[in-house]
């Protein structure tokens, strides 16, 4: 089925007689632009006319046939789609096969996994042909009984084409930028458009210098592949090449890079060096980098701004409580000592929500119950405007205000942010900020899941920690925990332009209640035994000394045998679930499948970084299967888990479809980690012009 998005549209099908490669390969528009098929030899043509509001969408469904209304036999089909109303067409190269092709790659490796469209299952014995960003052949594989086949070749610029196509009568094909929607970034994880040989570091001594100053420089670089890191062996000098703020070379010079993988070097300004940016570039074994700084001539400012709130803790950080009262001073003085009297002061208050940080122990508790916030075109770097004001500065330069500290419309607590500027007689302005938190009540609830991922019918245990605003233990404190079944209800609707599209609502019914009191320890265990698979909220809630009420929640995932809903998208993507936040080496990691088709699905499981270092296929025979991974030192220090369903034709599912899964597993870098000792050759102070020596221990983990 084609939608066609055209008012009065005209569509024409013609099988493909140029090179699909053409249409591919790099710097195919010219193909695009000039394939005109042949009159005799189109399979089908029609036109509709649409009904629909001016500047509107809508969409008309065509079933794909040959005029005598006969299927269309596998092969590559040219389709395109015109109107009058509209400048142009809309062209199509549209593959009708019987294989779905799966590609995983890198620079110089790729993963293929072909299955077959209609039933889901591996397709074995296919041969597969590679070829390049020029259509040229450069590898040839065929698939073995899982419907899997590794291919390598020369190193290819990760953003060009890279193309697959099935030999033989049946025909089949995918290439590297057929991905829209399920790029490592749509999941919201780490990526890189491309990889490099080497890791390098530079940097400045200052980030701002003078005309006339010396800029000294240092870099590092290492060889690297997939996070192992060597010192690479001197191939040529380091290019260093100086850019000033207007696009000029101003200096260049050739720096060999020593043994140790490092180089450094310096550059004086001249005296009438122009103002701005300057960038270093710097080139070793055709990899560029470097790095920036700023050339400024400034004029000292004659005042000074500072700003103070009156609570602060015994580390010097500004504390309050909700209902209190935030109180603050702005002080501006003259730098040789005097007040800036009277004048005019500008202040606002931004404010944040906090996240509890000064918990020390182990583990990854949740001390908040996170909310969303829509984006308000209010927001500022330092969170939300709150409000704003004017003022003046007293006989003695001060300025004091004072705010509500009022929680009551937050589930969590806040980080106020009070920016003021202060304008003297010479219209010269200077500005400060301070920071003040506020917290909910005077302890935080913690929250851990002893595991994220858990069974139905199985006990599911979550930690409880409770501890005062500054992360020391509270004992003996009263807390309720709630847990929540958090269903999903779907359905599909059906939008203006006529499409369907999958709504979601989500409603949390509790299931299970249960009163805990922390120990001399200030730790409780909350637990509960599921009796159906799904998502389940745990909140938590308690009370201080002042009745203020806080709150904290988490997550847990729960497989079943029966069928569960976890949401339904209009997307091809799922998300994968985790066990922990952090393993150890020797850890086996439990990742959780929250598949949307119903019955059993073939699956191809990968762990990746920067190549695919294992994969497999597997059985995903209900719809929230968990698989173990056992967790080496070498994944250290994070690994990707991937899964590639895809389901064939049945009941439930008239059209094949697919669906991606990603989760980031972090490793700790324990065994990886070095313990370097400097020690000096003098116990005493060094005097100007001594020489200090040190002797350079370094161990590892072991």
Not at 200 to 206: A, H, K, Q, V, W
Not at 584 to 595: K, M, N, Q, Y
Request: charged share 20%; hydrophobic share 35%; net charge negative.
């Amino acid at each position: 089925m084609v939608s066609q998005r055209r008012a009065g549209g005209r569509g024409a099908l013609s099988p493909l007689t140029a090179d699909f490669l053409a249409f591919h390969k790099e710097d195919n528009w010219e193909t695009w632009d000039k394939y005109r098929p042949k009159a005799a030899d189109r399979l089908a043509t029609w036109s509709h006319k649409v009904d629909a509001p001016l500047n509107a969408t809508r969409s008309v469904s065509v079933t794909l046939q040959d005029d005598n209304g006969a299927a269309l036999p596998p092969g590559m089909y040219y389709l395109e789609a015109s109107s009058p109303q509209v400048k142009g067409a809309d062209k199509h190269v549209m593959v009708l096969s019987p294989y779905n092709l799966t590609l995983k790659c890198t620079s110089t490796e790729a993963l293929v996994w072909a299955t077959d469209l209609k039933s889901g299952q591996p397709a074995p014995g296919v041969t597969l042909a590679v070829y390049d960003r020029n259509a040229k052949r450069v590898s040839e594989v065929k698939t073995d009984a899982n419907g899997l086949a590794n291919a390598t070749f020369p190193k290819q610029d990760p953003w060009s084409p890279l193309i697959v196509l099935a030999t033989g009568d049946k025909p089949g094909a995918v290439t590297r930028n057929w991905s829209s929607g399920i790029d490592i970034w749509n999941f919201g994880l780490d990526g890189a458009y491309y990889t490099e040989a080497y890791r390098t570091y530079f940097y400045t001594d200052r980030r701002i210098y003078r005309p006339g100053q010396t800029v000294y420089f240092k870099g590092v670089v290492r060889a690297e592949d997939d996070v192992h890191y060597t010192v690479p062996q001197p191939r040529q000098n380091v290019s260093i090449v100086m850019i000033d703020s207007q696009g000029r070379e101003v200096a260049r010079e050739e720096i060999p890079l020593n043994e140790m993988g490092t180089f450094s070097g310096e550059f004086t300004l001249g005296n009438d060096a122009a103002l701005g940016y300057y960038y270093f570039n710097a080139t070793y074994d055709e990899q560029v980098f470097g790095t920036d700084f700023q050339v400024a001539e400034y004029r000292k400012p004659e005042f000074q701004v500072s700003v103070a709130f009156d609570k602060t803790d015994a580390l010097g950080r500004s504390e309050y409580m909700h209902g209190d009262t935030l109180k603050a001073t702005a002080e501006a003085t003259y730098f040789f000592g005097g007040p800036v009297a009277n004048a005019n002061v500008t202040w606002r208050v931004m404010h944040e929500g906090y996240s509890f940080d000064r918990w020390e122990g182990q583990g990854w508790y949740s001390f908040s119950d996170w909310e969303y916030q829509p984006f308000s075109s209010s927001w500022t770097p330092y969170g939300e405007f709150l409000t704003e004001g004017q003022g003046q500065t007293d006989a003695n330069g001060k300025f004091t205000l004072s705010l509500p500290a009022d929680l009551s419309d937050y589930l969590q607590s806040q980080i106020y942010t009070l920016e003021v500027s202060v304008v003297d007689v010479n219209n010269q302005e200077v500005s400060a900020r301070s920071s003040a938190t506020v917290h909910k009540g005077a302890f935080y609830i913690g929250l851990q899941p002893q595991q994220y991922v858990g069974a139905v019918g199985k006990d599911q245990a979550v930690d409880v920690i409770t501890v005062d605003t500054q992360g020391l233990t509270v004992t003996e404190q009263a807390v309720e925990v709630v847990f929540n079944q958090h269903e999903w209800f779907s359905v599909q609707e059906q939008a203006d332009d006529g499409s369907y599209y999958w709504t979601n609502q989500v409603q949390d019914t509790p299931v299970a209640t249960q009163t805990v009191t922390t120990d001399n320890q200030g730790r409780a265990l909350a637990t509960f035994k599921p009796k159906v698979g799904g998502v389940y909220k745990v909140v938590a809630k308690g009370l201080d000394a002042n009745e203020n009420q806080v709150r904290s929640a988490v997550y847990l995932w729960v497989s079943d045998q029966a069928y569960v809903n976890w949401g339904q998208r209009n997307d091809d993507r799922i998300e994968l679930i985790a066990d922990k936040k952090q393993y150890e080496p020797g850890d086996t990691a439990e990742v959780l499948i929250p598949s949307p088709y119903q019955g059993a699905v073939t699956a191809l499981l990968t762990i990746e970084r920067g190549h695919v270092l294992e994969s497999k296929v597997i059985k995903l025979a209900t719809n929230s299967e968990r698989v173990r991974i056992p967790i080496t030192a070498e994944y250290a220090p994070n690994v990707y888990v991937s899964v590639f369903m895809v389901k064939g034709m049945d009941a439930q599912n008239p059209l094949a479809s697919m669906k991606l899964g990603y989760v980031k597993l972090p490793v700790s870098t324990e065994q990886k980690e070095l313990t370097v000792r400097l020690t000096p050759d003098k116990s005493g102070n060094y005097k100007p012009r001594d020489k200090a020596i040190y002797d350079v221990e370094v161990l590892d983990y072991q």
